[in-house]
């Protein structure tokens, strides 16, 4: 009790002092009451009472400075007590610690990223109530963006939101800042005037936009990311009000943003939505904004969804040539940012509890093993008078210190591994970077790890109090070491348990370590090796798409930089290879039976120039590839993909098939086939090879592809000057070479697989850990027994063998609930297997075998002491 | 429990009335030990409370308001077992430390 109570006094003051005030009045009140009865005057008596009894308060204090010296003594003693014991079992320390450490380090961790990407509130206002607000589309997986006309309808006939604002702007768009000796191509949005009061952000200088911007004369203004101030205007104040000068044209910069609060995060200039192409707000073809509303207070995501979907409907009736099959998809923004990393979190927090608890239960076992062989002492030193408060005082302070080093350790553990996961998380395509940047050292989630395991230390750690026998002689009784058989039995189902879980762990890891090798052995289809990758974004109105000028432009370049040794042949395109193209088209195959407007298929294509076959290194499987005069003349020939001609074009020759484009408009074109190619991956080497259509031409914005035989990036220098040769105010931006890009698209896959196979690893230690302290254990409590049985004739490998058995048995078991468990836990991790199945045998495997080959090293050292018992030894021991 | 700060003799003195007369309030300890002493041994009333206290947290006493004979709210103190033990302990080895002192008061 006293320990607690005086604990407990030094927090409670408040409650012991009235105490002690009312036991001191009361002792100086009698004395006064017995003095008047001798006959003292009642103040001669006060007087004399206090006199005697001295100062009440000094008296007080130091009352109340006995609780905390006893405390401090007490603990002071209990914990140099503790240290000496866990230094004197130093390997058990040790190996609890370590094992603290490693299991609240990683969890936390881990942990963190996942409260960071998941669970954080996002930087705006009412965050959790604003909704991504997309158009669907029969061929079109997830939301699309969203037609100018169709997001003024919805926002004039939606009641669920507050407000709905829009946006144009990927990370593909882009204008040339043009400054007073260079230029620099910058990322802009176009956005509507509520964007910024939908979010929330206040300006962090001037004003943002207003709803006057939205009118279709608005002022020609801009707005700043607080990064994009610093990076072209050195954060220079006086920038504010100035005019500066974008693709040729002037604009007024009304605000700056503050730091951290830029949406979409990769947004640098933002103007007037009022201000996009003219044609753009007044056609219901095109696709091109992104959509948020914010929901009205007590409006749940479902009831705004039938709101929203009653207005598709009825703007599908109206008309139905191009909105027949649009449906509304709404995402609440958090999903909209993270939901892609969902399985891969829910993976990773799903491994990271369970590592934590094959911590818990090897240090569970490790101070059961030690309960054990405390349990004479603990009965020795009640009989001697040790009270039991005493001893649970001391056994605490011992896991105390084991938890607190552990615990430590853990820590540093895990802010060594967060840099390292927000470098992994970064490379991820798709990922927010403000989000990535808050990832940060979670306290509460530190706490929450620490606590289990320091529940699980005390549970386990106090054991040695609750199985002590109640009679001393019981324990003492020579060669009884206490009973082990309960004991015995809860020891193995916990080891037991600890290997199921480390094979689940160690499936998983190998699934996913599969999963991956097959995702890179996937043939992109073309060589991704010595191909650089750069943007051109040509000043408009000077240049145009398809425009003589523009042809030439890049004709000459391309020609220019085929002089260059280093480079085999460059050509263009308008997306960057393994990246999905935003340009989609509806067709129709020309002769097939006509089709409602709204069924009409739907691909990707892509302006490229003729070089770009070659440089890629598609192959030409049928027909021709582009020529010069295809691009000079505009010509309206089509070069399709394997994967189109497969579907839309199987049963005919490609090459005497047309295909008809624009077939919204009152005159569809007809396009000749003249050549067939290989597929590539361009959405990604995990998705199959996508139908694509590819024109002849130069747009205004390309990608640049040169296939080098050389170190790519070496070239850079040599391509930058021919540029500057042809406009010296020219950027090039985005420049990465293919492998590059590859690699960072499988970023996420290859930081999934890696973490999995690091908790895998860790789980496997864990395990061996746990089974090497039981085996050790009881081979050290059946030394006599063992003795006994050598002495009797058994040879040394029976010995081997019965220890071997032992630990067959509990692996045996573990191994086998294991299986079940990983078959049955395995398909939630499905959703991130690439051609890999969620019970795939080779997993299974070498999950059973790495376990049992850990198992076997664990038990081998153990069982080769026990067969090496000298038998003399043994039995005198007693 | 801390052995190291030896029960003084105040202690000593504490335990004894407590084990003779029975609960009692830290007023009535005191008016014990000077009547049992016959007057020669008189309580510093300021020090007995902490030293009650100390006890009190070594599980030696325990403690209980009650109401004295004049109906006023006081303070109980009463031995414990680990305090008999304790008292037990202390006068055998105040007995030895008496016989060893007279031993050398006889020899000088």
């Not at chain 1, 503790?82 to 969890?107: H, P, Q």
């Not at chain 1, 170190?711 to 220098?717: A, G, I, Q, Y």
């Not at chain 1, 690091?758 to 746990?770: D, K, P, R, V």
């Not at chain 1, 836990?825 to 795939?840: E, W």
């Amino acid at each position: 009790m006293s320990l607690f109570r005086r604990i407990s006094n030094l927090f409670s003051r408040s409650r012991v002092d009235r105490e002690i005030e009312a036991e001191l009045k009361s002792h100086i009140e009698m004395r006064i009451e017995d003095s008047i009865g001798e006959g003292m005057s009642p103040e001669e008596a006060r007087r004399d009472a206090v006199l005697r009894f001295g100062n009440p308060t000094a008296t007080k204090e130091r009352i109340m400075a006995v609780d905390a010296a006893l405390t401090l003594e007490s603990i002071g003693m209990d914990m140099r007590y503790a240290f000496r014991r866990l230094t004197k079992s130093a390997g058990f320390a040790v190996t609890a610690i370590l094992t603290f450490a490693l299991g609240i380090g990683a969890t936390t961790a881990i942990f963190s990223a996942a409260y960071a990407l998941l669970l954080r509130s996002l930087p705006f206002q009412h965050a959790d109530r604003i909704i991504g607000i997309y158009e669907t589309h029969p061929q079109i997986v997830g939301g699309a963006e969203v037609n100018f006309l169709d997001y003024q309808d919805w926002r004039r006939q939606q009641t669920s939101f507050e407000q709905v604002a829009a946006y144009s702007g990927t990370s593909s768009d882009t204008m040339s800042l043009v400054m007073a000796d260079h230029g620099e191509q910058v990322h802009t949005v176009l956005a509507s005037g509520n964007l910024f009061s939908l979010l929330g952000v206040a300006p962090f200088l001037g004003r943002t936009f207003v709803a006057q911007d939205d009118s279709p004369n608005a002022n020609h203004v801009v707005v700043l990311s607080a990064e994009a101030w610093q990076r072209y205007f050195g954060g220079d104040r006086s920038v504010l009000g100035r005019s500066i000068d974008l693709n040729g044209v002037s604009y007024t910069v009304i605000g700056i943003l503050a730091p951290g609060s830029a949406y979409p995060a990769t947004g640098e200039f933002w103007m007037p939505l009022s201000l996009m192409d003219k044609e753009s707000q007044t056609r219901r073809v095109g696709h091109t904004l992104d959509v948020l509303g914010r929901l009205k207070p007590g409006v749940d995501l479902a009831e705004a969804r039938a709101d929203m979907q009653t207005i598709a409907a009825r703007l599908a009736q109206i008309y139905p040539a191009t909105n027949r099959n649009i449906g509304v998809l709404l995402t609440p923004l958090r999903e909209q940012l993270v939901g892609s990393l969902r399985p891969a979190i829910l993976t990773l927090l799903g491994s990271v509890v369970l590592v934590l608890f094959i911590a818990c239960s090897n240090v569970a076992n490790l101070l059961l093993v030690r309960a054990t062989i405390h349990v004479r002492e603990v009965t020795v030193r009640q009989a001697l008078g040790a009270s039991r408060l005493r001893m649970f005082t001391q056994y605490l302070s011992e896991t105390l210190i084991l938890c607190v080093l552990g615990g430590v350790l853990g820590t540093v553990l895990a802010a060594l591994t967060l840099p390292l996961l927000r470098i992994t998380f970064a490379h991820t395509a798709g990922t927010d970077p403000s989000l990535i940047q808050s990832i940060q050292l979670n306290v509460p989630v530190l706490l929450v790890t620490s606590g289990v395991c320091l529940f699980t230390a005390i549970l386990f750690g106090l054991l040695p109090m609750t199985k002590a026998p109640s009679k001393l002689a019981d324990s003492l009784r020579p060669g009884d070491r206490g009973s082990t058989g309960r004991q015995g039995w809860s020891r193995s189902a916990l080891i037991s348990t600890e290997i199921a879980i480390a094979i689940v762990v160690l499936f998983l890891g190998t699934l996913l370590i599969r999963s991956f090798q097959k995702l890179i052995q996937v043939d992109p289809g073309f060589r991704t090796d010595h191909l650089l990758s750069l943007e051109i974004k040509l000043p408009e109105p000077r240049f145009e798409d398809q425009t003589p000028a523009t042809n030439h432009f890049y004709e000459r370049l391309i020609e220019k930089l085929k002089q260059s040794p280093g480079i085999l042949s460059a050509g263009t395109t308008i997306t960057v290879p393994l990246q999905p193209s935003h340009a989609m088209t509806r067709f129709l195959i020309a002769g097939a039976a006509p089709v409602a407007p709204g069924a009409l298929p739907m691909e990707q294509i892509r302006y490229v120039s003729p070089d770009f076959f070659h440089t890629m290194g598609l192959e030409l499987k049928q027909g021709r590839t582009f020529e010069q005069k295809d691009v000079e003349n505009s010509s309206n020939f089509i070069i399709v993909n394997q994967a189109f001609a497969q579907r839309y074009l199987s049963g005919k020759d490609p090459l005497t098939s047309s295909i008809l484009m624009n077939v919204l408009s009152s005159h569809p074109e007809k396009m000749p086939v003249i050549g067939v190619v290989s597929n590539t991956h361009d959405l990604g080497v995990e998705t199959e090879a996508e139908p694509e259509l590819y024109f002849p031409g130069f747009g205004v914005h390309a990608v640049l592809l040169i296939r080098t035989n050389t170190d790519p990036k070496s070239l850079v220098p040599e391509v930058r000057s021919a540029v500057r040769d042809l406009d010296p105010s020219q950027p090039i931006y985005h420049i990465e070479t293919i492998d590059e890009v590859l690699s960072e698209s499988l970023a996420r896959q290859k930081m999934i697989a890696v973490l999995l196979g690091i908790f895998a690893l860790l789980a496997l230690t864990l395990a061996a850990i746990g089974i090497y302290s039981v085996i050790a254990y009881s081979v050290t409590q059946r030394r006599r027994e063992i003795g006994v049985r050598i002495a009797l004739g058994a040879t040394r490998a029976d010995i081997l063998l019965m220890v071997l058995r032992e630990a067959a048995t509990f692996t045996g078991m573990g191994v086998l609930a294991g299986l079940i468990a990983a078959f049955a836990g395995a398909h939630f991790a499905s959703a991130l297997l690439f051609k890999t199945s969620a019970s795939d045998p080779t997993s299974i495997c070498v999950a059973i075998v790495g376990l049992v080959m850990i198992a076997t090293m664990a038990t081998v050292l153990p069982a080769g002491r026990a067969a090496t018992i000298d038998p003399m030894d043994a039995i005198r021991a007693e | 429990m801390a052995r190291n700060d030896l029960l003084g003799s105040l202690g000593f003195l504490v335990l004894k009335t407590l084990s003779q007369a029975g609960p009692l309030h830290g007023y009535g300890i005191v008016l014990h030990i000077q009547r049992a002493s016959d007057e020669f041994l008189r309580v510093e009333e300021g020090s007995l409370y902490p030293a009650l206290h100390r006890m009190e947290q070594s599980g030696w006493i325990d403690s209980e308001w009650a109401f004295t004979e004049t109906n006023r709210k006081a303070k109980y103190y009463k031995l414990t077992a680990v305090g008999k033990k304790e008292l037990q302990e202390v006068e055998k080895s105040f007995e030895q430390l008496v016989k060893g002192v007279r031993a050398m008061l006889r020899y000088a």
